[in-house]
């Protein structure tokens, strides 16, 4: 799930915690990105809509604010689209991604 190594878990870490405004620890952050990063690997639609649903719907989930979820769900697409852990955002970037997804 971390294709970069130790180095992508805990540059993510990093991100979860200062992008995020929750009671969470960064285990559970980490653990609903995880979540999240499963969930958009599925290739067939429906099922990967149906496994966010669930996501969003979990117990710890529930304790994250719309934004909050946003900014897991934003920073779980990002390996997809990185080739390398210097493509990541900065915490100002990763907001700024996050606030563009809609969530319902």
Do not use: H, N
């Not at 540059?11 to 992008?19: P, S, T």
């Not at 653990?31 to 990063?37: A, D, G, I, M, T």
């Not at 719309?66 to 915490?91: F, G, H, N």
């Amino acid at each position: 799930m971390f294709p970069f190594g130790e180095a992508q878990r805990e540059r993510e870490r990093e991100l979860l915690i200062r992008c995020t405004d929750t009671r969470l620890g960064a285990e559970e952050l980490l653990y609903q990105l995880l979540c999240v990063r499963e969930a958009l690997q599925d290739e067939d639609e429906e099922s990967r809509e149906e496994a966010l649903d669930d996501w969003k719907r979990s117990r710890i989930a529930a304790k994250l604010s719309e934004a909050d979820r946003r900014v897991v769900y934003a920073l779980a697409a990002m390996p997809m689209s990185c080739s390398s852990l210097e493509e990541y955002p900065d915490e100002d970037t990763l907001k700024q991604k996050a606030e563009k997804i809609g969530l319902e």
